[in-house]
């Protein structure tokens, strides 16, 4: 069984490379316009290949400016974008719009590059999510952990999602993500079928007199995990 659930990673690997590489970038480079409804239609068939199915609790706020959630993979990404059609702009740190395939996706996709060792890099990222608010009308997507784990317990949260959505005075939505790293965990390199479940939290108007939203929201998303694992054996 162990080395099913390894062919099954690289099978996984492949078929996201494969469906980046010669569907969804040239897709989102000849019909621009309708960039969301590639994205959104290329990763449903892509979790199907994964053999991965979603379920949702609770609704989306299509209000909201931005929306937070836990990162444990891709498989993360994948899901919310084949459950949904709002055409999202994802936050990611600058090392991936590098990258040969998934650089040149995030950047058809105008998703938003953010430097983390650069310390003007959270200047730059509150205009984009301010310009993204203003301009363009869509919402934005961060892990406010800052990077995938494999652990249960929630990472400390970064303050950088804090500030701007003070800032800003952005209507803000939490979504919890569990089951996500059974279908492709990127730590162990195993793969199976399975239930991405997406909890989606209320959603909260944040501004500078808002106090205590961040953690308050951080411990509601703990405890949704924590009850996943006890009552349905769903890990995030």
Do not use: C
Not at 5 to 19: C, D, L, Q, T
Not at 29 to 41: A, C, D, N, P, Q
Not at 158 to 182: F, P, Y
Not at 212 to 232: A, C, G, R, Y
Request: zero cysteines.
């Amino acid at each position: 069984m162990k080395i099913f659930a390894k062919i099954r990673f690289y099978w996984g690997a492949f078929v996201i490379s494969m469906n980046t590489a010669l569907f969804m970038i040239p897709a989102l480079m000849l019909f621009g316009k309708y960039k969301s409804t590639i994205v959104h239609y290329i990763n449903r068939i892509t979790l199907l290949m994964l053999g991965g199915r979603l379920k949702k609790v609770g609704e989306m706020d299509k209000s909201a400016d931005m929306y937070i959630m836990n990162h444990q993979g891709i498989i993360d990404i994948i899901g919310l974008e084949a459950l949904q059609n709002n055409h999202l702009r994802w936050i990611a740190k600058k090392e991936l719009f590098d990258t040969l395939w998934f650089g040149n996706l995030l950047r058809h996709g105008e998703m938003i590059s953010l430097d983390r060792g650069n310390k003007a890099g959270l200047r730059k990222l509150m205009r984009d999510v301010e310009e993204s608010k203003s301009k363009y009308n869509r919402p934005v997507a961060i892990f406010p952990e800052g990077t995938r784990t494999e652990k249960q317990a929630l990472l400390n949260f970064k303050q950088g999602t804090n500030m701007i959505a003070k800032k800003l005075n952005l209507r803000v939505q939490a979504i919890v993500i569990t089951g996500s790293k059974h279908i492709l965990n990127e730590h162990n390199r195993s793969a199976h079928s399975g239930i991405v479940q997406y909890t989606f939290l209320d959603a909260i108007d944040v501004n500078e007199n808002t106090e205590e939203w961040f953690d308050t929201v951080k411990s509601k998303m703990q405890k949704v995990i924590d009850d996943e694992l006890i009552n349905n054996h769903r890990s995030r």
